[in-house]
C-alpha cells in the first residue's frame, strides 16, 4: 500500500504554492496525497511566523495534528520552523524539522526519492486558481520584517522554464494563475541577464493561452509605468495589491520603507489612471513603535483618499531580530488592537463601496466551489467573491455573470449562459481571504 501523506500550510500565498509542489511531488514518488490528517503516514505543515500569533498558530496546528494523529510522523518547514528549529524539534510527534532554505528537498528527506511531480489538476492540489512560487526571499530591510531574515535573499526562477510552466498549466485546466513571491516585484534582478516581472508577466500574456494571470503582492516602490501598461491586457487581472503598512512619512522613515506618502499616493492614481476600476489591495501595521495618533490619523486619511477595496490589517507584533524591536516609544497592545479595529472597519465599508459600483454589470467570473445547498462561489477578475445558483456544473469555468445586488462581504450574480436557469439572490457570508506574509 502507497504511504500516505498530509500536507497543510499556514500564511501566505508563496507556503499555498509551494504547499501544491509539495503535494504534487509526494504524488510523483508514489506517494498517497489525503486529505484528512486522520489517516496520513506522513504528515507536513508549511508553518508560517510573521507575526507573533503565526508563530503561535504554527505551534498549536503542530500539536494539535499529534493529538489528532498521535502514528503519524510529522515534518515541519516554512518560516516557524526556520526561526525557532529546536522548539519545533522537541514538539511531540516531529521528526522532520526543515528550514526554508532546504524546502526543495522536503520529499528527499521523507521518501528517500524524487521523481518529477504529478500534473497539477484544478482542486487536486487543495485550489482551483494555480498559485506559481516565481521568486523567493527579499534584499529590501523593512525594519519590522521577519519574513526576510527567514526567507534568505532574493532568489528567481528561470523566466523561459516559468513561462513553460504556465502553459503546462493552462493544459491542465487552469485558468487562472497567481504569480506570487516574497518579493514579487524585484522578480528577476539576481538572474543573469537580469530580467523583471513586466518582463516576465508580459512573456506569459504573450506566449501562453492563460484566460487570467493574477499578480500577488509588489511592494510600490517596484511599480513603474511599463508594469503598469500590462493592464491594457484584460487577461491581467484588475487587482494590484500594494502594501502601505503606514499612511505617516515619519513611520515609513521608522519603518525602513523607501517610499513616501506623496509617492504612494501618485501611484495608485497612476494605476487608475491605466485601470479605472482596478482594486488595490493592501496591508497596514497598526500601532508602530512611535505612532502618534496624528500619524494613525494621518493614515485613516490616506485609505480614505486610496478608496481600497481590500484592506489586511495586523497590529504590529515585536519579531526577535528584527531592528524594530529596538525602537522606543512601544505603542500599548491595546491601543495597537484599536487601531486596528479602527482601519479594518474602514476597511469593510471601503470594500462594500467598491463592490457597489460593479452592480448592475456584467463581469466574467471563475466559479470555485460550490456549497451543499447548491450556491456556487466565484471570483472576479478585480477580486470580487460572486454567488450565484446555477442548475448547471460551473466548476473552474470562466462565464459572464450579471452582478444583481451587494450580498455581505460579496455580490449576487446572475450566469448568463444560453440555457442556465439565472440566479436566485441569497444572504450567505463569504469567507474572507486569507492573509499571510504580505504583511
Ligand atoms: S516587508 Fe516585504 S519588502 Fe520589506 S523586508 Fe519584508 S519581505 Fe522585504
Given at each position: 500500500?502507497?504511504?500516505?501523506?498530509?500536507?497543510?500550510?499556514?500564511?501566505?500565498?508563496?507556503?499555498?504554492?509551494?504547499?501544491?509542489?509539495?503535494?504534487?511531488?509526494?504524488?510523483?514518488?508514489?506517494?498517497?496525497?489525503?486529505?484528512?490528517?486522520?489517516?496520513?503516514?506522513?504528515?507536513?505543515?508549511?508553518?508560517?511566523?510573521?507575526?507573533?500569533?503565526?508563530?503561535?498558530?504554527?505551534?498549536?496546528?503542530?500539536?494539535?495534528?499529534?493529538?489528532?494523529?498521535?502514528?503519524?510522523?510529522?515534518?515541519?518547514?516554512?518560516?516557524?520552523?526556520?526561526g525557532a528549529a529546536s522548539q519545533a524539534a522537541q514538539l511531540p510527534?516531529?521528526?522532520?524539522?526543515?528550514?526554508?532554505?532546504?524546502?526543495?528537498?522536503?520529499?528527499?528527506?521523507?521518501?528517500?526519492r524524487v521523481a518529477d511531480p504529478a500534473p497539477w489538476a484544478p482542486?487536486?492540489?487543495?485550489?482551483?486558481?494555480?498559485?506559481?512560487?516565481?521568486?523567493?526571499?527579499?534584499?529590501?530591510?523593512?525594519?519590522?520584517?521577519?519574513?526576510?531574515?527567514?526567507?534568505?535573499?532574493?532568489?528567481?526562477?528561470?523566466?523561459?522554464?516559468?513561462?513553460?510552466?504556465?502553459?503546462?498549466?493552462?493544459?491542465?485546466?487552469?485558468?487562472?494563475?497567481?504569480?506570487?513571491?516574497?518579493?514579487?516585484?524585484?522578480?528577476?534582478?539576481?538572474?543573469?541577464?537580469?530580467?523583471?516581472?513586466?518582463?516576465?508577466?508580459?512573456?506569459?500574456?504573450?506566449?501562453?493561452?492563460?484566460?487570467?494571470?493574477?499578480?500577488?503582492?509588489?511592494?510600490?516602490?517596484?511599480?513603474?509605468?511599463?508594469?503598469?501598461?500590462?493592464?491594457?491586457?484584460?487577461?491581467?487581472?484588475?487587482?494590484?495589491?500594494?502594501?502601505?503598512?503606514?499612511?505617516?512619512?515619519?513611520?515609513?522613515?521608522?519603518?525602513?520603507?523607501?517610499?513616501?506618502?506623496?509617492?504612494?499616493?501618485?501611484?495608485?492614481?497612476?494605476?487608475?489612471?491605466?485601470?479605472?476600476?482596478?482594486?488595490?489591495?493592501?496591508?497596514?501595521?497598526?500601532?508602530?513603535?512611535?505612532?502618534?495618533?496624528?500619524?494613525?490619523?494621518?493614515?485613516?486619511?490616506?485609505?480614505?483618499?486610496v478608496g481600497f477595496a481590500r484592506l489586511h490589517v495586523f497590529p504590529?507584533?515585536?519579531?526577535?531580530?528584527?531592528?524594530?524591536?529596538?525602537?522606543?516609544?512601544?505603542?500599548?497592545?491595546?491601543?495597537?488592537?484599536?487601531?486596528?479595529?479602527?482601519?479594518?472597519?474602514?476597511?469593510?465599508?471601503?470594500?462594500?463601496?467598491?463592490?457597489?459600483?460593479?452592480?448592475?454589470?456584467?463581469?466574467?467570473?471563475?466559479?470555485?466551489?460550490?456549497?451543499?445547498?447548491?450556491?456556487?462561489?466565484?471570483?472576479?477578475?478585480?477580486?470580487?467573491?460572486?454567488?450565484?445558483?446555477?442548475?448547471?456544473?460551473?466548476?473552474?469555468?470562466?462565464?459572464?455573470?450579471?452582478?444583481?445586488?451587494?450580498?455581505?462581504?460579496?455580490?449576487?450574480?446572475?450566469?448568463?449562459?444560453?440555457?442556465?436557469?439565472?440566479?436566485?439572490?441569497?444572504?450567505?457570508?463569504?469567507?474572507?481571504?486569507?492573509?499571510?506574509?504580505?504583511?
Amino acid at each position: 500500500m502507497s504511504p500516505r501523506v498530509y500536507l497543510e500550510f499556514l500564511g501566505c500565498r508563496l507556503n499555498a504554492a509551494e504547499t501544491e509542489g509539495l503535494a504534487r511531488r509526494f504524488a510523483g514518488v508514489g506517494y498517497e496525497v489525503v486529505d484528512a490528517p486522520a489517516v496520513a503516514d506522513v504528515i507536513v505543515v508549511n508553518s508560517c511566523a510573521v507575526t507573533t500569533q503565526a508563530a503561535r498558530s504554527s505551534r498549536r496546528r503542530l500539536r494539535a495534528l499529534h493529538r489528532e494523529n498521535p502514528n503519524a510522523e510529522l515534518a515541519v518547514t516554512g518560516c516557524w520552523a526556520t526561526g525557532a528549529a529546536s522548539q519545533a524539534a522537541q514538539l511531540p510527534g516531529v521528526r522532520w524539522v526543515i528550514p526554508n532554505i532546504d524546502k526543495g528537498a522536503v520529499v528527499a528527506e521523507i521518501a528517500g526519492r524524487v521523481a518529477d511531480p504529478a500534473p497539477w489538476a484544478p482542486g487536486r492540489w487543495g485550489h482551483t486558481r494555480a498559485f506559481l512560487g516565481v521568486q523567493d526571499g527579499c534584499d529590501h530591510a523593512c525594519t519590522y520584517c521577519v519574513t526576510r531574515l527567514l526567507r534568505g535573499p532574493a532568489r528567481s526562477r528561470p523566466l523561459t522554464p516559468t513561462v513553460a510552466e504556465v502553459q503546462r498549466l493552462v493544459e491542465q485546466g487552469a485558468q487562472e494563475v497567481v504569480l506570487t513571491g516574497v518579493s514579487l516585484g524585484s522578480y528577476g534582478r539576481d538572474l543573469a541577464p537580469p530580467e523583471s516581472l513586466t518582463g516576465l508577466a508580459g512573456a506569459i500574456l504573450a506566449d501562453t493561452d492563460l484566460p487570467r494571470l493574477r499578480l500577488s503582492s509588489i511592494e510600490p516602490w517596484d511599480v513603474d509605468a511599463a508594469l503598469l501598461r500590462l493592464w491594457e491586457d484584460r487577461r491581467l487581472c484588475r487587482q494590484l495589491h500594494l502594501p502601505l503598512q503606514s499612511g505617516s512619512d515619519a513611520v515609513l522613515k521608522r519603518m525602513g520603507r523607501p517610499i513616501t506618502v506623496a509617492d504612494y499616493t501618485a501611484l495608485t492614481d497612476e494605476a487608475r489612471a491605466f485601470s479605472e476600476e482596478i482594486a488595490l489591495t493592501t496591508d497596514i501595521l497598526a500601532g508602530f513603535p512611535g505612532e502618534t495618533d496624528r500619524d494613525f490619523r494621518e493614515t485613516l486619511a490616506l485609505v480614505e483618499r486610496v478608496g481600497f477595496a481590500r484592506l489586511h490589517v495586523f497590529p504590529y507584533s515585536e519579531r526577535a531580530g528584527t531592528p524594530a524591536v529596538r525602537l522606543p516609544e512601544p505603542v500599548p497592545h491595546s491601543v495597537r488592537k484599536e487601531r486596528a479595529a479602527e482601519l479594518r472597519t474602514l476597511g469593510r465599508r471601503l470594500a462594500a463601496d467598491y463592490r457597489q459600483q460593479f452592480v448592475g454589470q456584467a463581469l466574467p467570473v471563475l466559479w470555485e466551489q460550490q456549497a451543499p445547498e447548491g450556491q456556487w462561489t466565484g471570483l472576479t477578475d478585480t477580486y470580487i467573491r460572486v454567488e450565484s445558483r446555477a442548475s448547471r456544473d460551473l466548476y473552474n469555468r470562466i462565464t459572464p455573470t450579471r452582478l444583481l445586488a451587494a450580498g455581505r462581504d460579496a455580490l449576487i450574480g446572475e450566469v448568463l449562459l444560453p440555457g442556465s436557469s439565472g440566479a436566485g439572490p441569497s444572504d450567505e457570508p463569504d469567507a474572507a481571504a486569507a492573509s499571510g506574509c504580505e504583511v
